[in-house]
């Protein structure tokens, strides 16, 4: 059995008010993923966390946009959206990135991943797979539209390129740095995302991502 937390306030109604038996880290999950780069103008991002400061060129910012679906086998089941932008990384060599938000439809990864590793997890709907030829995923929250995205394979790419890195992110009590490991097959892929422009990722909004990948067998282990 994992550990009972108790639930953080400030989640989603739809994490009933009873403690929650977290996984400890780390936690391994494999699936399928879709992560498109984007160039983005650092004033429409949300202001950097305290002691987070995001990498900039002429004022600009890299960010990602990750969506994810874990599948049965590892740590936990969940499908995932994410947006994360690449930050200084406190003297690392390897690249580090902020989540700056993040969606899950499982209640036990939205608790584990705010108590963990501070990581801003909400709760949302996830409708679709990711496959390998064209397929439209949905994902909402309240009952309005966050994102939906296409994917199309392009080309396959040798090997299965490991990548390291740190996710930092802000807490009460300071910067909780977390060490992650991701690896998988990757093919080069269009990714067409759409954003209402009254949603929270509006900032993305009727912009094209400068590239896009397709990652199948995607293992990720983070918290190590």
């Not at 306030?9 to 780069?37: D, K, M, N, Q, Y």
């Not at 309240?142 to 296409?150: D, M, P, Q």
Request: one cysteine or more; aromatic letters at 8%; a positive charge.
């Amino acid at each position: 059995m994992y550990p009972a937390i108790p639930v953080t306030p400030g989640l989603p109604e739809a994490v009933e008010p009873f403690e929650i038996e977290i996984p400890p880290a780390p936690w391994r999950l494999h699936g399928t993923a879709c992560i498109s780069l984007w160039r983005l103008p650092v004033h429409l991002l949300p202001e950097a966390a305290p002691g987070i400061r995001y990498v900039t060129l002429a004022g600009q910012a890299l960010v990602a946009t990750v969506w994810v679906n874990y599948q049965p086998g590892g740590t936990l089941t969940y499908d995932e959206l994410a947006v994360a932008t690449v930050v200084r990384g406190a003297g690392r060599y390897n690249p580090a990135c902020t989540v700056t938000h993040i969606w899950v439809d499982n209640p036990v990864s939205a608790e584990g991943g705010r108590r963990l590793w501070g990581i801003p997890k909400q709760l949302a709907e996830f409708d679709g797979q990711i496959a390998d030829s064209a397929n439209t995923l949905h994902a909402t929250s309240e009952g309005g539209r966050l994102a939906s995205l296409s994917v199309t394979e392009r080309m396959r790419l040798p090997g299965s390129p490991p990548l390291r890195g740190f996710v930092i992110q802000r807490r009460e009590n300071g910067l909780a740095v977390t060490r992650c490991r991701a690896s998988g097959s990757v093919r080069l892929a269009r990714a067409s995302w759409h954003f209402p422009t009254s949603g929270p990722l509006a900032f993305l909004a009727g912009r094209r991502p400068l590239s896009s990948v397709l990652v199948t067998g995607f293992r990720a282990a983070f918290g190590l």
